[in-house]
């Protein structure tokens, strides 16, 4: 029951995340000149955020295809395409990254977002990303964070650098590259991508205090749900109180990359 509960907080958790970020997302596609009739790839969609993002560009002529290894991921994906009025252009299939179920090629752009930092081998998922897209077209890196730029006010009722200290560790015991935002020139330039750009990932128009808050509350939810027994909730709390009274702020970089296939 416990883990029942703590996979439908997790799916809340991660849908309220899209909504906070639509418009750095946003912000990036603007920059793209993503055109109609386009076909594009979402390598990892998970709940499909970025693969609707794509899909009302290239609509009504383009396609966009979304894989991932999780049924469940795309299963959810799929029922979020009722009502859309783009949702003939967009498809949902298992595929795994390593291995993506499509010849040389295919597409005219190949995307991701949230994933290359978790994986044991994303310069191997970037050139699986690069085959399958054409010559001339555009491979892009949403949202790779990197931790250690974290930056954040200290607050009396948390000790919040030693919160981060032990977050980190968790990232690293998990093998996740708590530096990688910062690598995505190098790992883009191994793959034989062109015209590279890299920026932070971001909408300069958007209030970063109140993303700030919105993001604790969040956590407050999905602490609470997930892992009501544990500590966890209790510190969120406080984080959240100190932040809706403008005491405690935090931020974490992210960079976003995109290059040219030759």
């Not at 295809?65 to 783009?86: F, M, N, V």
């Not at 090629?105 to 054409?134: H, N, Q, W």
């Not at 954040?152 to 948390?158: E, G, Y």
């Not at 609470?224 to 027994?229: Q, T, V």
Request: net charge positive.
């Amino acid at each position: 029951m416990q883990d029942e509960e703590a996979s439908r907080a997790g799916i809340r958790f991660f849908l309220e995340q899209e909504r906070f970020f639509a418009s750095r997302r946003q912000f990036l596609l603007d920059q793209l000149q993503l055109k109609r009739g386009m076909k594009l790839l979402d390598v990892a969609c998970g709940y499909g955020a970025l693969t609707f993002d794509l899909g009302a560009r290239v609509f009504p002529s383009g396609r966009v295809t979304g894989i991932d290894i999780s049924r469940k991921r795309l299963q959810i994906a799929e029922s979020r395409k009722k009502g859309r009025r783009d949702a003939r252009v967009i498809e949902f299939r298992f595929g795994n990254a390593y291995d993506i179920p499509f010849n040389d090629d295919s597409f005219d752009g190949a995307f991701c977002r949230l994933f290359l930092y978790l994986i044991r081998d994303p310069l191997k998922v970037l050139r699986e990303m690069v085959r399958v897209t054409r010559s001339g077209g555009i491979v892009v890196a949403v949202d790779e964070p990197d931790f250690q730029t974290t930056v954040h006010t200290p607050v009396q009722s948390v000790d919040v650098n030693k919160e981060r200290s032990t977050a980190l560790r968790g990232y690293r015991s998990r093998r996740i590259d708590t530096k990688f935002g910062r690598k995505l020139p190098w790992i883009f330039t191994k793959a034989r991508l062109k015209d590279i750009v890299v920026k932070e990932a971001c909408d300069p128009r958007q209030d970063l205090i109140t993303l700030s808050e919105q993001y604790l509350s969040s956590i407050v939810d999905w602490a609470s749900d997930a892992k009501p027994w544990s500590r966890r909730p209790l510190i969120y709390r406080k984080l959240r109180k100190e932040a809706m009274q403008k005491r405690f702020f935090f931020y974490t970089t992210s960079f976003s990359a995109t290059g040219v296939k030759s």
